[in-house]
């Protein structure tokens, strides 16, 4: 029996050492830690530490933004420029010519300011821009419309000419075949528009379109200069065409005059003179084709 005692007391002394050792040997890494028998239950697992929540003020609704409003444009008080010789530069809205029945014409501005047209140099209006100036060969000053810009810059001048009161050596008058007073018709007096062209190189002096006042203002562009001999090709031919019309319709119309037949007969040279008449209206149009491609082309820089 005491033997027995003995024995299980150095069993116990042997194992305590193994199960305090167990108790403080190190966990493996990557491990939770064991937890006690009295924190698990059956169907519910550890949880982990979770932050604290913290309320979140409830949010004030924002005051609803009024709608953009567009800032309407000033109205507009200048359009147009008027300079005076001077140097003076006015600004106005409407520019109206004045043209009196007795009395000088002048400018409006803005149905207050009076300004006398010897004074202005330029001025602009809803019609274009318009320039004071001397014509070559005269003494006169006139006003100008600037066409186009550039180192050609190109102006015209509009004007109404007499063109005769109506006479048609045809026959047709103003009541019909023979008119009133026989067999040729008298109508009343007719006018034409007559638009004269003139150019400035360089801002230079006004100078009249003509062929030659062209060739020798792109004489240093050779694409202009042979665009321009074309043109003048074109004018001889046209010429030519007008003296054998007007030469064909003259012997026409004596022919005409001077038949012993009964009643009117038109001399067939009257018929021959109509190709004549119609060839320089073809060319006429490439003459100026030619020429208005070689001041572009000259202003584009391009030889």
Do not use: C, W
Request: charged share 15%; hydrophobic share 35%; proline share 8%.
């Amino acid at each position: 029996m005491a033997s027995r005692f003995y024995f299980l007391l150095l069993a116990l002394g042997v194992a305590t050492p193994a199960l305090t050792q167990a108790q403080n040997a190190p966990r493996q890494l990557n491990t939770l830690p064991a937890l006690p028998d009295s924190a698990r239950r059956p169907g519910r697992q550890p949880q982990l530490s979770q932050q604290p929540q913290v309320d979140q003020p409830p949010q004030q609704a924002q005051p609803p933004r009024p709608p953009a409003t567009s800032v309407p444009a000033a109205p507009e008080t200048t359009r147009f420029a008027v300079g005076l010789k001077n140097g003076t530069l006015y600004k106005a809205y409407d520019v109206e010519v004045k043209q009196p029945v007795f009395g000088r014409t002048y400018l409006l501005l803005d149905d207050q300011r009076r300004v006398e047209m010897n004074e202005v140099s330029f001025y602009e209006d809803e019609s274009g821009h318009y320039v004071r100036t001397i014509l070559p060969k005269s003494s006169r000053e006139v006003t100008l419309r600037r066409d186009r810009v550039g180192r050609l810059s190109l102006y015209s001048a509009t004007s109404t000419q007499y063109a005769g009161n109506g006479y048609n050596p045809y026959g047709y008058g103003p009541y019909g075949y023979g008119g009133r007073f026989g067999g040729y018709g008298y109508g009343g007096p007719v006018y034409r528009t007559v638009k004269t062209e003139y150019f400035s190189k360089d801002n230079g002096p006004i100078q009249d379109m003509s062929l030659r006042n062209l060739s020798l203002a792109t004489a240093d562009n050779a694409g202009s200069t042979a665009l321009l001999l074309q043109a003048r090709k074109y004018q001889r031919i046209t010429t030519l065409s007008y003296v054998a019309a007007a030469g064909v319709t003259a012997l026409g119309l004596f022919s005409t005059l001077t038949s012993s037949q009964s009643g009117p007969s038109i001399s067939p040279l009257i018929y021959a003179a109509i190709p004549l008449a119609i060839v320089p209206i073809v060319l006429g149009g490439k003459q100026q084709q030619s020429i208005k491609q070689a001041i572009s082309l000259y202003n584009r820089g391009q030889e």
